[in-house]
């Protein structure tokens, strides 16, 4: 049985560890029950106050370093009032420092940081003899915000990171296909399928209707697309549209629902591990459309799409997205330019006056739900942790 001591490092909020974004849950529970000793050591960028706090968060041991304090939100308010970036940096530092520190009396066989900024902080963190695993969860430099000096920024601090890791874990083929000959060895695959342990078939409880759902992070870039989406499912008789999901957009979208206050539902941030089920049990068709103009969301293999096919749910994808050839192919959904209202209210509208169309997909769907879950892929991590001698 191993006996290592592994260090997770992410800087994310904590209301997102197993709630939205339950993949470092998931991989500390595996860990934990292979024996290791696992620690979560978060930025927190929502709680004031000095120092840091030991906390349990779903069963694993976690260090919630606070970073935001009176110094901190008088820049907020006045120099760096519209400097969203540089206040991230000075909480950023506070952070490594922390880090620094704490990690100076701990063991730390691993360090393992989540994407871009928990791996640098990992660099950092001034444990030269753990090893690093790098996990990349989305393309580096390619987010919506990410253009000119700044994606090439990133792809350059990513890719001097990997140089410098034992291995990283990747979400999709594409990371490992271009990246160099000498880091692919390094690469592990661990996609983001959803848990068996909060997702499952189950008989779709109907209000009566199409009930279209948008499960996921709701992003202040994503506003066009679901006003197209509130307003075409709006003029169709029958069809109601939910938004469940938490994220810089969603005040933005709560407003944008007041304009169809019978058709249109938006109940904000869920619990990923608690809640998953009962929303896909109540969503008929997910609708999984994002812009294809930026490349992040052109080449994602979002987790929402296993967590309807786990779920038995079909999808509404976009067109040139790299995830419609497997869609089609399988006949588990729908592809449309969802930047056009018009092909849109004519997809919706041709799906709710024929429930045989949607009862294939869905038939289709449940043939493959058991291949896309978790308990399937995360044994890779016994590749990357290897025993401590």
């Not at 407003?255 to 929303?279: H, M, Q, S, W």
């Amino acid at each position: 049985m191993p006996d290592g001591s592994v260090k997770m490092l992410i800087c994310d909020d904590i209301a997102s560890i197993g709630t939205i974004d339950n993949r470092p849950y998931k991989e500390c529970r595996y860990l934990i029950s292979k024996g290791y000793n696992v620690e979560i050591l978060l930025l927190s960028r929502m709680e004031r106050g000095k120092g840091k706090d030991y906390r349990m968060l779903r069963g694993i041991p976690c260090v919630i370093f606070r970073c935001r304090g009176k110094i901190t939100d008088f820049l907020a308010n006045t120099i760096l009032k519209h400097g969203t970036f540089l206040l991230y940096c000075v909480w950023y530092l506070k952070y490594i420092i922390a880090v620094r520190r704490h990690l100076a009396s701990e063991k730390a066989d691993y360090l393992h940081g989540h994407n871009l900024y928990g791996i640098l902080a990992v660099l950092l963190a001034g444990k030269k003899e753990a090893k690093r695993v790098y996990d990349m969860r989305e393309l580096i430099g390619f987010q919506a915000n990410d253009k000119g000096a700044v994606s090439l920024i990133k792809q350059k601090l990513s890719n001097f990171a990997e140089k410098r890791c034992s291995a990283i874990l990747h979400v999709h083929p594409y990371l490992k296909e271009k990246a160099s000959r000498d880091l692919q060895e390094r690469y592990y695959y661990l996609p983001n399928y959803p848990d068996a342990h909060s997702v499952s078939p189950l008989p779709k409880s109907s209000k009566g209707g199409l009930n279209i759902a948008y499960i996921g992070a709701v992003r202040s870039a994503q506003r066009k697309y679901f006003e197209i989406l509130a307003k075409a499912c709006s003029e169709i008789e029958s069809v109601r549209l939910s938004i469940h999901g938490g994220g810089g957009g969603l005040p933005e979208i709560k407003e944008l629902a007041k304009k169809y206050p019978d058709k249109v539902f938006v109940t904000g941030i869920y619990d990923a591990l608690a809640d998953t089920n009962r929303l896909f049990s109540e969503c008929d068709l997910l609708y999984c459309a994002y812009d294809v103009a930026v490349e992040n969301w052109r080449l994602a293999l979002p987790i929402k799409m296993f967590e309807a096919i786990a779920t038995g749910t079909p999808l509404i994808v976009s067109k040139g997205a790299y995830i419609e050839k497997f869609i089609l192919e399988n006949d588990i959904g729908f592809a449309v330019d969802a930047s056009n209202e018009e092909e849109l209210r004519a997809l919706i509208a041709s799906i709710a006056v024929s429930p045989n169309l949607l009862k294939i997909k869905t038939d289709n769907v449940m043939e493959i739900c058991q291949s896309f879950l978790w308990e399937n892929v995360v044994t890779v991590l016994d590749e990357v942790y290897s025993p401590i001698e």
